[in-house]
C-alpha cells in the first residue's frame, strides 16, 4: 500500500505562483511513476504532469506545458508540482498519483484557485 498526502494549494492572483507538493509513504519503493491530475465541479479528472521514479523522464499537458514543471526528490519520497503563469482556468482540486504496477493510488487533494 501507498499513502499520499498533498500540499501546497491555496489562493493566488492570475500570473501568480504556487507549488504543490505530494509526500508519500509506505511500500514507496515499487512506485513506477508519480503524477498530478486536477478536476473541477461537474467535469472529469484530467491529466496535467507525470513523472517516473527513476530516470525522471516528465510528460506535460497541452495546458500547462512551459508554466507548470513536475519533480521529484527521491529521498524524501516526495514529487512537486510548481506552477507558475498561473491562470484563472487553472482553478480545480488538485490530485497527486502514485502508479504501481496495475495499482494506481490517490491523494485527497488540494484546492487550487486562480482570482482573476
Known amino acids: 500500500q501507498v499513502q499520499l498526502v498533498e500540499s501546497g494549494g491555496g489562493l493566488v492572483q492570475a500570473g501568480g505562483s504556487l507549488r504543490l507538493s505530494c509526500a508519500a509513504s509506505?511500500?514507496?519503493?515499487?512506485?513506477?511513476?508519480m503524477g498530478w491530475f486536477r478536476q473541477t465541479p461537474g467535469k472529469e479528472r484530467e491529466f496535467v504532469a507525470r513523472?517516473?521514479?527513476?530516470?525522471?523522464?516528465?510528460n506535460y499537458a497541452d495546458s500547462v506545458k512551459g508554466r507548470f514543471t513536475i519533480s521529484r526528490d527521491n529521498a524524501k519520497n516526495t514529487v512537486y508540482l510548481q506552477m507558475n503563469s498561473l491562470r484563472p482556468e487553472d482553478t480545480a482540486v488538485y490530485y497527486c498519483?502514485?502508479?504501481?504496477?496495475?495499482?494506481?493510488?490517490w491523494g485527497q487533494g488540494t484546492q487550487v484557485t486562480v482570482s482573476s
Open positions: 498519483r502514485g502508479d504501481q504496477g496495475s495499482n494506481n493510488y
Open positions: 513523472i517516473q521514479w527513476i530516470g525522471g523522464s516528465t
Open positions: 509506505g511500500r514507496t519503493f515499487s512506485l513506477y511513476t
